[in-house]
C-alpha cells in the first residue's frame, strides 16, 4: 500500500491551504483555506455572493479540480485551526465531498457561520467535533489523533494520522507558547511520543522560516507586557485610543480588555469579523469580555457606537478592524474620514499586527499610517509577537517528531527554501528526505522496493495537475 501526499493549495504561497494524503483508496482532506492577500481579500471580506470557479480563476481558493483525477474515496475533511486561510472556502468546496467536516468545538462553530452564510451552494456535510488528545477512526486502516498545540487562535490542533504504513503529522499552523491565558502549551510529551513511534512524514508550515532574525518565537505574553506599558499613559489621558489587531486573536483581544478593565473607559469591539470571531469566543466561554464592553458587526451599529465615541472621546477604547490598512475596513475609513468618528490630534492608534509582506499590503498600510500621522495621531505599530514557529522552534519540532521524510508547506518559494536550509543542517537531503512540492504536485512513499526511484526512502514525486509547475 503506498501513501500520497498531495499539495492542492499554499505550496506557492502564504494562503489558501488545502493537502490531501491517500492511504490505499482512502483519502483525507487537510484545511480548505482562502489567499487574505488576493485583491483585497481580508478578514472582513464577504466572499458567500461568490462562485468557487471564479474565486479558483482569482487565485483566492485552492484549484482542487486536480481531484478529480484522485483515484479513492474522500473519508474525512479535517481542520487544524479557525482562521480563514485554513476554513475560509469550506463553504465553496466541502459540497463536492460526501465526507464529514473534523475539527475542534470552536473551530467548527466558525465553520457553522461560514456555511450558514453561504448563498450559492448547499451543503449537506456531516459536522463532527473532535477535540484536542482525542482520536476517531476514519476507515479500517486510518485512526486520526488530534495534538494540542498553540497558535494565535483559540483550539488550534496538530492532526495525526495513524495507518499501518506509518504516521503523517499535518502541522499548519504553530508556535511553542508555555504562557498564553486561554490555552495550555503544547503537548511536547505527545510529540515525543509519535518521534518515538516513529513519524514517516511531516507537513509543516514555513511561513518564518526565512526570518533569520527572529530565531525562536516570543510568547503572547510578551505582547501583553508591551501593550500595558503602551496603553499606560493613553488610559489617563483625555484622547482618543483605537487599537487595531488580527479579529480572530482571542488571546489578544482578552489582554486588551483585561487592560482596558483596570481603567474607566469602556471597550468597543467593532468590526464584522470582530463581531465573528468575539461573539462565539464569548458564548463558549473561551473569551471574557469586561461588562463594560461592546461588539457591534454592522455597519449601522458601528456608526452609532462610533458617534458617541467621538463626542466622548475620553471615555472610550475603540478595538477595530483594518490592521492592513484594506481601504474598505475600518481602520482605513477612519483614516480616511468616512465614518463619524474623525481623529484629532493627541488621539493615540495601537497597531497590534504586522504588515503581511506584499507590496498591496505595504502600499496600504504605509497609506493608512500618513493619513493618521497627518491628522495628529500618535502611531504605535510595535505591539506584535507572531503566532508562527521561528527557525529554532522548527529544529526543536524536527528533533522531537524525528520523521523519516519533510514537506514543507505554508509558504512562498522563499519560505520553503530557507525550510530546506535548516532541515539539510539537522541531517535532511533535499531530493532524498526533503521534498518541495508546488501546487498540483504529489509525494508518493510505496511501500515495495522500486529501482528507479531513490533509495533507501523509496519514495517519488508526479504531478496531478497540467497546470503544476
Known amino acids: 500500500m503506498s501513501i500520497e501526499v498531495i499539495a492542492v493549495g499554499g505550496y506557492e504561497e502564504v494562503g489558501k491551504n488545502m493537502s490531501v494524503v491517500k492511504v490505499g483508496e482512502d483519502v483525507i482532506i487537510f484545511d480548505m483555506g ?8 481580508h478578514e472582513d471580506t464577504d466572499i458567500a455572493k461568490m462562485h468557487s ?28 485551526h479557525g482562521h480563514l486561510d485554513h476554513i475560509g472556502a469550506v463553504a465553496k468546496l466541502a459540497h463536492r465531498y460526501e465526507a464529514p467536516l473534523i475539527a475542534t468545538p470552536y473551530t467548527m462553530a466558525l465553520i457553522e457561520k461560514t456555511i450558514k452564510s453561504e448563498r450559492k451552494f448547499k451543503f449537506n456535510n456531516p459536522l463532527q467535533i473532535l477535540n484536542s488528545g482525542e482520536k476517531c477512526q476514519i476507515s479500517p486502516d486510518i485512526t486520526l489523533e488530534f495534538v494540542h498545540t498553540t497558535h494565535s487562535i483559540p483550539q488550534a490542533v496538530t492532526p495525526v494520522l495513524h495507518t499501518s504504513e506509518g504516521i503523517i503529522v499535518y502541522s499548519n ?41 527572529q530565531v525562536k518565537t516570543h510568547s503572547e505574553r510578551i505582547a501583553k507586557i508591551v501593550l500595558q506599558d503602551t496603553m499606560e499613559w493613553p488610559l489617563k489621558e483625555d484622547s482618543g485610543i483605537i487599537i487595531t489587531t488580527f479579529a480572530s486573536h482571542i488571546e489578544r483581544v482578552q489582554a486588551i480588555c483585561d487592560i482596558v478593565a483596570q481603567s474607566d473607559r469602556k471597550m468597543l469591539l467593532l468590526g464584522r469579523s470582530m463581531e465573528r470571531y468575539c461573539s462565539i469566543a464569548e458564548s463558549m466561554g473561551i473569551l471574557n469580555l469586561p461588562k463594560n464592553a461592546s461588539v457591534y458587526g454592522s455597519p449601522k451599529a458601528i456608526n452609532k457606537a462610533l458617534t458617541q465615541a467621538d463626542e466622548k472621546r475620553s471615555e472610550y477604547v475603540l478595538l477595530t478592524t483594518g490592521h492592513q490598512g484594506e481601504p474598505d475596513a475600518l481602520l482605513p475609513r477612519i483614516a480616511n474620514d468616512k465614518t463619524s468618528f474623525l481623529v484629532q490630534p493627541g488621539d493615540n492608534v495601537i497597531i497590534s499586527a504586522p504588515v503581511i509582506p506584499n507590496p498591496l499590503n505595504k502600499a496600504n498600510r504605509n497609506l493608512m499610517e500618513r493619513r493618521l500621522k497627518s491628522k495628529g495621531a500618535r502611531i504605535f505599530t510595535n505591539a506584535h509577537v507572531s503566532g508562527h514557529a521561528g527557525r529554532e522552534d522548527h529544529r526543536d519540532f524536527i528533533r522531537m517528531l524525528n520523521p523519516a521524510h519533510l514537506i514543507p508547506s505554508h509558504g512562498n518559494l522563499e519560505m520553503l527554501t530557507a525550510y530546506v536550509e535548516l532541515a539539510e543542517d539537522e541531517g535532511y537531503r533535499m531530493g532524498n528526505n526533503i521534498h518541495v512540492l508546488r501546487n498540483g504536485q504529489a509525494q508518493v512513499f510505496n511501500d515495495e522496493p522500486n529501482p528507479e526511484q531513490p533509495s533507501p526512502n523509496q519514495s517519488s514525486k508526479k504531478n496531478r495537475s497540467n497546470g503544476s509547475k
Open 53 to 80: 470557479l471564479d474565486l479558483i480563476e482569482r487565485g483566492v481558493i485552492p484549484d482542487d479540480t486536480l481531484m478529480k483525477d484522485v483515484n479513492g474515496k474522500v473519508r474525512a475533511i479535517v481542520f487544524t
Open 173 to 213: 499552523d504553530f508556535k511553542f507558547d508555555n504562557h498564553q491565558t486561554l490555552s495550555p502549551p503544547p503537548n511536547y510529551q505527545r510529540f515525543r511520543e509519535l518521534g518515538e513511534k516513529g513519524v514517516l512524514a511531516l507537513i509543516v508550515d514555513t511561513t518564518r522560516a526565512a526570518e533569520e532574525d
Open 34 to 41: 482562502i489567499h487574505l492577500d488576493r485583491l483585497h481579500i
